[in-house]
């Protein structure tokens, strides 16, 4: 008996590491995007804006 509940603790602390691991990976792929977004829009912007001023 202490040996299952020795196991399903173990479990239950798995998940709950996994979890944050998983959670602390996803916040960093969200940001990662958000900065590579504006990154890619910051680079659009400056094409843009360089191209109207060679045409002036």
Not at 16 to 21: A, C, E, R, T
Not at 27 to 36: E, H, N, P, Q
């Amino acid at each position: 008996m202490g040996r299952i509940l020795l196991i399903a603790a173990a479990v239950v602390i798995a998940f709950i590491v996994l979890g944050s691991v998983l959670g602390f990976l996803f916040t960093l792929l969200k940001w990662a995007l958000i900065i590579g977004l504006v990154g890619v829009v910051v680079m659009f912007a400056s094409r843009l804006f360089r191209s109207s001023n060679v045409r002036d």
